[in-house]
T-cell receptor, first 116, second 114 residues
Framework: QQQVKQSPQSLIVQKGGIPIINCAYE??????FPWYQQFPGKGPALLIA?????SEKKEGRFTISFNKSAKQFSLHIMDSQPGDSATYFC???????????????FGRGTQLTVWP | DTGVSQDPRHKITKRGQNVTFRCDPI?????LYWYRQTLGQGPEFLTY????????KSRLLSDRFSAERPKGSFSTLEIQRTEQGDSAMYLC????????????FGDGTRLSIL
């Protein structure tokens, strides 16, 4: 059973567009939500992460929007560039006694292509 | 800043053979994780260590899989009697313990079973 559901599976945008990737979860124990970017042949690299106590977080061109009541969160990439073409994964895990628990639950990924 | 290092990067072996992978975490990180990633999927958790203690194992980690972190530094993942279904990318990550401590991934070991 997929703990974190991610959509769309693939996404194609023109340079300068704003791709949006959505994720949803059911487990209310989740309280840490990172996004990772992965290029072919490389490991996932952390982009940005959010806790449920904020509704939005921005780092550079990347913005996470979080809707706690709907148990949904999304990644927006502003002014997308061809170099942003990669696979993006959302993930989630839980806290216990002030520390994140071990495992990250990943979505299935979104393959983003940005055309020049 | 030295990142997470995995060795080898690629491993090709015949079905039934044993293989061992190594992961060297970021030096000040006391947590180390193993994940498996198949084509078109997100990483799936296998196991993790805090220092030398193995704190959690996934049901994916069958009895043919064993992981160790004997001195709380590097870790090894061994697969015995490999099967076709073991073909995947094996990823290692490390982090500090505590809140908001991200997991940093290595570039993985790609295992191909002939």
């Amino acid at each position: 059973q997929q703990q974190v559901k991610q959509s769309p599976q693939s996404l194609i945008v023109q340079k300068g567009g704003i791709p949006i990737i959505n994720c949803a979860y059911e487990n209310t124990a989740f309280d840490y939500f990172p996004w990772y970017q992965q290029f072919p042949g490389k490991g996932p690299a952390l982009l940005i992460a959010i806790r449920p106590d904020v509704s939005e977080k921005k780092e550079g061109r990347f913005t996470i929007s979080f809707n706690k009541s709907a148990k949904q969160f999304s990644l927006h990439i502003m002014d997308s560039q061809p170099g942003d073409s990669a696979t993006y994964f959302c993930a989630a895990n839980s806290y216990y006694r002030g520390s994140t628990l071990g495992r990250l639950y990943f979505g299935r990924g979104t393959q983003l292509t940005v055309w020049p | 800043d030295t990142g997470v290092s995995q060795d080898p990067r690629h491993k090709i072996t015949k079905r039934g053979q044993n293989v061992t992978f190594r992961c060297d975490p970021i030096s000040e990180h006391n947590r180390l994780y193993w994940y498996r990633q198949t084509l078109g999927q997100g990483p799936e958790f296998l196991t993790y260590f805090q220092n030398e203690a193995q704190l959690e194992k996934s049901r994916l980690l069958s009895d043919r899989f064993s992981a160790e972190r004997p001195k709380g530094s590097f870790s090894t993942l061994e697969i015995q009697r490999t099967e076709q279904g073991d073909s995947a990318m094996y990823l290692c990550a490390s982090s500090r313990q505590g809140s908001n401590q991200p997991q940093h991934f290595g570039d993985g070991t790609r295992l191909s079973i002939l």
